[in-house]
Structure formats: C-alpha cells, structure tokens
C-alpha cells in the first residue's frame, strides 16, 4: 500500500509510548491519517486503542514520541488548543448536559460566545446580537442535518442513545473541525439509527471532513474506513485496507477470533 505524502497527511503519530505505574499501554505506536479519509483503530479490549485516542485528542500527554497535525508538532498542546488547530474528539460515553435542551447543549459548544472576549462586551449590542444569530443559525443547521430538530427544545438527557450520539456529534461540528476523532460512535446505538449514523459520516467526509474513528462494530469499520490499524498490547500489529487486515492472520488470532 502507498505511503501518503507529508502534504496529504492531516494528523501522524510516531513512536507514541505511554505506560501507568509500570504497565506498558502503548509501545512505539506510529500512524498517519491522511487529509479528507476515515482511518479506523481496531483491537481487542485493553490493546491501548483508549489510550492512542486521548493521546491524539490531547487529554493526555506520550512518554515518549510525536503528534503532528499537518506539519504542526502538538505534542505537548492540551486538547482546548488542538481544537484551535482544528482538531476536534467525541467521546464514547456522551456527557450531554442533561438539564439543558437540545438547542442549548450545541449553542454552549460554539466557539464565538460574546462574552468570553472582553472586547465583544465592548462591541456593542448589534456585533452581539449577530454572533448570537450566527451561533443559533449553525445550530438549528446541524440539528437539521442530524434529524433532530423536532426535539430541540426537548431535554437532552431525554434523549435515546443514539439520539445523544448525534448531538454530540453536531455539537462537535459546532466547532467546525478540519479533524474529527470519533470515539465508539455506534456504541449502545440501534441498528437503524447505526446506518443513519454512518450515513452522515460517510456525508462528512465527501465535504473534505477527516475523520478518524475507535469502534468494535466490525460492519461499522468495513462501511466507512479507508484505512484501518489493528492494536494488540499496545502494538501497532498491521495497517491496510478492511479486507487485508481481517485477512491476516496476526489479527484472526489476536481480535476476531
């Protein structure tokens, strides 16, 4: 399989290692994911897929080894800065706030509230008003997009799972990410909201969304992913297309059993 050039590469790992009190999560882990692709992470439970993520996301840092987006080393920025460079995660275990609507869940995710700069308070009432339009405009679009419109205003911690997986996808898109990291997206989500979901994924990235994805659901995988990596004890085992890798033998053994 070809090696993507430098300029095709929107998010690498090299040489990744991280341990807890002496136990080994990850060994010298290196990946690319390259610009406007959906690259999945497989493995069994407990092979580091968890911990590569928070590592790429920023909520944690390497012993050891480098995170690049495009030619910018991250390494070392937390998570709140790689979402300035466009790098944006979900999380496996939606953590909607349930006492807010819909609606106000995505307009808390937007990255333009007027009063987080002092010189919008400033501004005047008009530039306010506008960035506020502006925020409620993307929101009521992406819940559009999302089928969720109709509950807008309903309590987000009303929603069904699947449902709150949607959300918190839009909510992500609120921030509108050159990158997004989607961790078990079909997690504890029906059948038919599963194949919605990879729908709008598979939508996301013809608009030139990149797109990397943790999930145990090996339809999901096959559906979406151009590119798939196989971790097992915190190794990266093999990397190709979906047919090559669940081909291998090394992964049979190790995963599917």
């Known amino acids: 399989m070809s090696v993507p050039s ?4 929107a998010l690498s790992a090299a040489q990744l290692s991280l341990s807890f009190g002496g136990v080994q999560a990850l060994q010298q882990v290196s990946l690319t994911v390259p610009a406007g692709q959906i690259t999945g992470i497989i493995g069994p439970n407990g092979a580091g897929k ?18 690049h987006l495009g030619s910018v080393d991250v390494t070392r920025l937390p998570m709140h800065q790689r979402a300035r460079h466009g790098l944006v995660r979900t999380f496996q275990i939606v953590r909607e706030l349930d006492s807010l609507s819909v609606l106000e869940n995505l307009l808390l995710a937007h990255p333009a509230h007027s009063g987080d700069q002092l010189w919008r308070v400033f501004a005047g009432r ?17 819940l559009a997009r999302v089928r969720l419109t109709a509950l807008a205003n309903h309590s987000a911690g009303a929603l069904s799972g699947g449902q709150k997986k949607l959300l918190e996808l839009a909510r992500a898109l609120m921030l509108s990410p ?10 504890g989500v029906s059948p038919a909201l599963i194949e919605e979901l990879c729908s709008f994924i598979l939508q996301l990235r ?31 085992l093999t990397h190709g297309d979906f047919a090559t890798v669940t081909a291998d033998a090394r992964v049979v053994q190790a995963y599917l059993g």
């Open 6 to 9: 430098t300029s095709d590469v």
């Open 126 to 142: 008009a530039v306010v008003r506008r960035t506020e339009a502006l925020a409620l405009e993307r929101a009521h679009a992406l």
């Open 206 to 236: 013809q608009e030139g969304l990149t797109i990397a994805i943790v999930e145990h659901n090996m339809d999901v995988i096959a559906s979406l992913c151009d590119t798939v990596y196989v971790l097992a004890e915190g190794c990266v």
């Open 178 to 187: 050159a990158i997004l990291l989607l961790d078990e997206p079909a997690a």
């Open 50 to 67: 968890s911990s590569l993520f928070n590592l790429l996301a920023g909520s944690m840092r390497p012993d050891a080894g480098q995170i």
